[in-house]
């Protein structure tokens, strides 16, 4: 560390590095400025962290496939033997949506958009705030709670539970699924963890299976049954033609809506409370003026939290970025996390400021075809949640004994606890 810069050595930067997990902003803005993209010679990956190239690769989807995008880190033969063979009392994996490409990826986001409507969602306002004050009910009056567990895992959990009108015995698999399957997603977890996720994901399946063929027998008004009965039709059929989604499509469908929604939006809502903390006055802000701020203040927060750091895409041919050769094949690691610090667009990038400018370009959804189908329901929640704890919450404070710490993960970025000093407001008005 010079003068309280810290020197950052890019040539020898291991994403994996659990040091550098815990803030890896300054190695980022050490890549937005070395280049518009970085060769990583260890990963043998270009990495994107500048906000315009990111953009331009998203939006790009002939060059830049998503096929194995959200890959993740392999273990040794022998635990990934094991893992296949738990997975082969399961289903075949298929691969819908965040995995695929136009036209094949355009066909199932149609059917997708159907049913994961805008009119479902905005059904669930009520729902998604009677489940945040409820949480926020359990709080004591005055004391410790620990907001990771009890508010920011529950709600997601909770909200995504009833979206989805899973069976209540289940509603305590949801996060051990939802963990199973982000298990060697930027990390490399233990050979026990694999094999306990294994069992999980079988274990996921089979719910689905038997919640997939009572919807067949007997549909119900739910997003299951919209997926089970809608008609398919698939980039290479003859025109007209259309088919029912097989089981292992539609796993795939609502595993992505399952779990893709509900890690990252417990990271978003754990990083915004802390940074409510540290910067006092935006909570004041909020707290008196709820309708004007709110939705300012949960872009800023997804800006800053951007709980999914990046995913990837292959170059499909020998292209050119900025001028620099990519070659066909090469992986590029798009940085959500970096690109929404770039001080070419977000002044003072590192700052948490709700009345900052260009806010509704920042990238922690994505953009382009693939962008967040589930965007609506975390802005719901975000918006509701912050609105009843600043309604029901004097400003918290962080208990003794907080870490900061966050999990092991270059992708999934988020605190692995969060415990605050409450004290609720007699009056709610
Ligand atoms: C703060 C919360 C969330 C964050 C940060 C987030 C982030 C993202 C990002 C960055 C992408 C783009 C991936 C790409 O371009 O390859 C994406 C796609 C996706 N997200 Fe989210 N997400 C969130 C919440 C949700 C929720 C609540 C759901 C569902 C209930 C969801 C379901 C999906 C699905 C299915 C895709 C794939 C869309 C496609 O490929 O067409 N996400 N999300």
Known sequence: MIGGVIEIDLANYDPMDPLIQQCPYPHYAAIREDGPIFWHEQSAMFFAARHDIVKQILRDTTTFSSIGSNAKHAGSDAVMGEVAKIMEQGWPRAETMLTVDPPVHTSYRRLVSQAFSARRIAAL?????????????????????????????????????????????????????????????????????????????????????????????????????????????????????????EFPEIYSIVKQLMVAGNETTTKFLNETMRLLIENPAQWDALSSDPKNVIHDLVEEGLRMSSPNQGLFRYATCDTEIAGRNVPEGSKIWLMFGAANRDDHVFTDGEAFDASRDRLNEHLAFGMGRHFCIGAPLSRLEGTVAFEELARRLHRPTFAPGNTFEYEPSFIMRGLTQLDLLVEKRTSTT
Request: no cysteine; net charge negative; glycine share 4%.
């Open 125 to 245: 306002d009520d729902q998604v705030r009677g489940i945040a004050v409820d949480l926020i009910d359990t709080f004591p009056d005055q004391g410790t709670i620990d907001f990771h567990r009890d508010f920011a895992v529950s709600l997601p959990v909770r909200v995504i539970h009833f979206a989805l009108n899973m069976s209540p015995d289940v509603i305590d698999k949801i996060k051990l699924w939802s963990d199973a399957a982000n298990v060697a997603l930027g990390a490399s977890p233990s050979d026990d963890d694999r094999i306990a996720a294994a069992h999980l994901a079988v274990e996921g399946q089979r719910y689905w299976y038997d919640e997939y063929e009572a919807r067949l027998a007997h549909p119900t008004d739910d997003i299951l049954s919209e997926i089970v009965h809608a008609d398919y039709q698939a980039p290479d059929a003859a025109d007209g033609e259309t088919r029912k989604l």
